[in-house]
């Protein structure tokens, strides 16, 4: 019986999480209004076509840093708080927002700027948690917090304290918000469709008093009055740039709401459209809480994407699907389990539970893997595009090595590095993507599918072997200094992977700086410019000679070895991302300032590591327990 439990567990374990990742496939099924259908509706959201799914999600991690909102946050778990999609977020925000501005959208941390803001604090009694807020509890301080802004926004980012950072975040969700409430129709219309047709119908009467007014003749006072109210709400929706939501027709691309409602009243203007109609159908239905009226204009707006823009609709489908799988959270939770097996058949020398762990870091694996190309598939690039790509990427190209090392030495340690370094990178992938579209448009200097291809994903394998061979030198002091796992057979093979993914290293990261000066060559006519990003892929290369040199000369053994690549981990920190935060030079894109704290302690943490790695050996818990 215990053979076979031995046996089986492995498998079991991954198809029980296998069936867990294909359970988060389904689609949940919309109980009255049709949001489901709403969210794969395309438009144009910086520079590409996106579905309303990956705006919504997008916007309310920008906003909130989930993908779900909470409009009860001050409840417990239970007191079963209510959880909506970002999609039902966005619908109403967009054509209902006298109900989504009640909502605690909004996450504050600073406490100064709380008090600022006169907001309450934590009170379950005052319905709050003491950092989410509404639009509408915000309102009362926004020329208050304007001033404060204005101040901020003129002094330079490395000198502004935590507070004025907290200050800087809360005006940019601001604007997302307020251009996603100006979207449909201008915020502070209660009745959208009335408000149309009256425009519509007030349209050649008004232009006839706007130009009666500009010739000197009389004219209507009130339908002037009126026009003009008109127009200038509409061009406070197209100023603010909100996203472009109605399709094209004929000759025209895709057009933002007030863009639009500007073009009909002019001479050579274009009237009101039918997906314009629609929209502020679905908006009055909303409000009205008529879920066949919202149905209905949905689906009349989607039969006029077909067949003209029946490519952005298949793409639109393709990414909230891609949405819905959300591989790469999925991929890190597998990782967790899997890393915590394997590091404990390390304490009770447990191969079902080392074999186990190797099912589920392949599942993992496999979803991750999914994920990467998917992402390459919608966005028709190579994998890595931006700090948020390379991540995933690192993280894919370490899991891959750590499979590999797991499968020479079946020790387990392949595997704790396959799912640590897979798990972090992933981690940092979820914060870079709080920053906003991880599919944007390419900038102009990376638009080059062949050095992304080449350059970009060479140099990317170089940082990921650099950070394996860090990470394997950090289980090797985890393991020696604090417990007695670490025997002499285990130290010795440890220190063998460390050098062979060091070499591994040291070609990749060579062959891709070299690509990359032949790209500077070719983009920017010198081959080498000293430029930050140049100079940190450079000093990868150079460590991890050093290590070898080192080591070929008997410089170093083996905690010598260990400690050098821990350092590899500072030097590549510092090339991937420390770099973007000089701001300075033609490889300063990617800039993420929430990233710098977190990178210091990074650091810290490294060189904590290298002083334990310096102790003398009587002082390691292994190396007591080894016989004289």
Partial sequence: MKMIFQKWLPPFLMFVMALWFFGNLQTPKDQDFAYSEFARLPITSNGRIVPLDSLARNSLLAIREKQTLNTEPWKG??????????????????????????????????????????LPEKDAAKHSDGKHYSWNQLQPSL???????????????????AYENAIVKLH??????????????????PDWPAELAAYETLIPFGVAAVSAQQAGRPYDQTNFNAFVAYIESFQFMANLEPPLILPPNGAREWRRMGAALLDAPRPNGVPIDNAVRDWAKMAGALEAKQPDGFNAALLDLRSQLVPAQAKAMAKARAEVFFN????????????????????????????????SAVWLVWLAFVIHTIGLVYRMVLEGRPPVTNLYSSAIFIGWGACLLGIILERFHKNGIGLVVASGIGFLTLIIAHHLALEGDTMEMMRAVLDTN??????????????????VAGFLALIYILRGFFTRTLDAATGKSLARMIYGIVCFATLFSFVGTVLGGIWADQSWGRFWGWDPKENGALIIVLWNALILHLRWGGIIRERGLVNCAIFGNVVTAWSWFGVNMLGIGLHSYGFTEA??????????????????????????????????
């Fill in 77 to 118: 778990w239970n007191e079963h708080p209510r959880f909506i999609p970002a999609t039902e977020w966005l619908a109403n925000v967009m054509m209902n927002p006298a109900v989504a501005d009640e909502w605690p959208a909004f996450r504050i941390d600073n406490p100064d700027l709380i008090s600022l803001l006169k």
């Fill in 172 to 189: 940019d969700r601001l604007m997302v918000y307020a251009q996603l409430r100006n979207a449909v129709q201008p915020a502070d219309v």
């Fill in 143 to 161: 020329e208050t917090f304007d001033k404060e802004s204005k101040r901020v926004q003129n002094k330079e980012a490395a000198s502004r304290t």
């Fill in 595 to 628: 990233a710098f704290k977190w990178l210091v302690l990074f650091v810290a943490s490294q060189l904590a590591f290298i002083a334990l790695g310096l102790l003398p050996a009587k002082l390691w818990k292994s190396f007591r327990a080894r016989p004289a």
């Fill in 324 to 355: 819905q799988m959300q591989p790469f959270y999925n991929a890190m939770v597998i990782y967790v389990l899997a890393g915590l097996l394997a590091i404990f058949s390390w304490f009770n020398l447990s191969e079902t539970l080392r074999r």
């Fill in 450 to 467: 062949f050095w992304l291809a080449t350059h970009v994903v060479a140099v990317t394998v170089g940082y990921a072997s650099t950070f």
